[in-house]
């Protein structure tokens, strides 16, 4: 794992620490965080398959 893996990683790690505990606030009900947890999830495999197919 080189450096340039690593600077990314701890940015996408901060990013996370930053947004994590204001979505799980603001999605107190079950219902709600799995709807949007879905909806995010839906959002990262779509962007990750557009991403595989841009640099193949």
């Known amino acids: 794992m080189g450096f340039e893996e ?3 990683l ?3 790690i901060l990013v996370l620490t ?11 009900k079950k ?3 799995f709807k949007n947890l879905s909806i995010w999830g839906i959002i990262v495999l ?5 991403l ?4 193949q």
């Open 6 to 8: 690593i600077i990314p």
């Open 10 to 12: 701890i940015g996408l």
């Open 18 to 28: 930053l947004v994590l505990p204001g979505f799980i606030n603001s999605n107190s």
């Open 31 to 33: 219902r709600v965080f």
């Open 46 to 50: 779509l962007l990750m398959i557009l």
């Open 52 to 55: 595989y197919f841009i640099y």
